[in-house]
């Protein structure tokens, strides 16, 4: 079974370009997450989907990140305008159910983003 | 302020060895503690997951405890391999209202032939 397919891998763009990152997770899961990475951190919960509703998004600074996960499947976190700190490891995460932390969240390999 | 402190920080042991990773936290109230293995350039990947009457888990050459009275935990690795090296990540979740797990910044291993 494919696990959560994360897109692109890597993305190096320069300051106040948009950006847009994509998430397949594991098919059958309910529960979506975005999390930010940065070096030599534990990730960040930025927002977390039940099916296609966002819950918990306090995260999630809302003036220059947005997402989305239209029909409760995949979903895009896009940033715009990009700013240097924002240079971070992006993580998508996936679990079956919505009991919330009881849950195992199979994890993707993450978009490495460089800003310029 | 929830909040979870992982020592050491980093880990240089020489392959075959144990080795014990130490998690502190102050989250309230407690759900469930985590340790994750994330391997360079990957996601994290669950190892055990513990709630508050579990004071022990093991998942092959992992062993996990958890002392939910001086709330810390421990992640104890027996033999290690080459495929050891990786950042260990403690996560804690509290119980009730919004998700949002607290992690912990890690310990780098890095296990030498």
């Given at each position: 079974?494919?696990g959560?397919?994360?897109s692109?891998?890597?993305?190096?763009?320069?300051?106040?370009?948009?950006?847009?990152?994509?998430?397949n997770?594991?098919?059958?899961?309910?529960?979506?997450?975005?999390?930010?990475?940065?070096?030599?951190?534990?990730?960040?919960?930025?927002?977390r989907?039940?099916?296609?509703?966002?819950?918990?998004?306090?995260?999630?600074?809302?003036?220059?990140?947005?997402?989305?996960?239209?029909?409760?499947?995949?979903?895009?976190?896009?940033?715009?305008?990009?700013?240097l700190?924002?240079?971070?490891?992006?993580?998508?995460a996936?679990?079956?159910?919505?009991?919330?932390?009881?849950?195992?969240?199979?994890?993707?390999?993450?978009?490495?983003?460089?800003?310029? | 302020?929830?909040?979870v402190?992982?020592?050491?920080?980093?880990?240089?042991?020489?392959?075959?060895?144990?080795?014990?990773?130490?998690?502190?936290?102050?989250?309230?109230?407690?759900?469930?503690?985590?340790?994750?293995?994330?391997?360079?350039?990957?996601?994290?990947?669950?190892?055990?997951?513990?709630?508050?009457?579990?004071?022990?888990?093991?998942?092959?050459?992992?062993?996990?405890?958890?002392?939910?009275?001086?709330k810390?935990s421990?992640?104890?690795?027996?033999?290690?391999?080459?495929?050891?090296?990786?950042?260990?990540?403690?996560?804690?979740?509290?119980?009730?209202?919004?998700?949002?797990?607290t992690?912990?910044?890690?310990?780098?291993?890095?296990?030498?032939?």
């Amino acid at each position: 079974e494919a696990g959560v397919v994360q897109s692109p891998r890597y993305k190096i763009i320069e300051k106040k370009q948009p950006v847009a990152f994509w998430c397949n997770p594991i098919s059958g899961h309910n529960t979506l997450y975005w999390y930010l990475q940065n070096l030599g951190q534990g990730p960040e919960l930025l927002i977390r989907y039940e099916n296609e509703e966002a819950v918990d998004d306090s995260q999630l600074p809302k003036d220059r990140f947005s997402a989305e996960r239209l029909k409760g499947v995949d979903s895009t976190l896009k940033i715009q305008p990009a700013e240097l700190g924002d240079s971070a490891v992006y993580l998508c995460a996936s679990s079956l159910g919505t009991s919330g932390s009881a849950d195992t969240q199979y994890f993707g390999p993450g978009t490495r983003l460089t800003v310029l | 302020k929830n909040q979870v402190e992982q020592s050491p920080q980093s880990l240089i042991i020489l392959e075959g060895k144990n080795c014990t990773l130490q998690c502190n936290y102050t989250v309230s109230p407690f759900s469930n503690l985590r340790w994750y293995k994330q391997d360079t350039g990957r996601g994290p990947v669950s190892l055990t997951i513990m709630t508050f009457s579990e004071n022990t888990k093991s998942n092959g050459r992992y062993t996990a405890t958890l002392d939910a009275d001086t709330k810390q935990s421990s992640l104890h690795i027996t033999a290690s391999q080459l495929s050891d090296s990786a950042s260990y990540i403690c996560v804690v979740s509290a119980q009730g209202g919004s998700y949002i797990p607290t992690f912990g910044r890690g310990t780098s291993l890095i296990v030498h032939p």
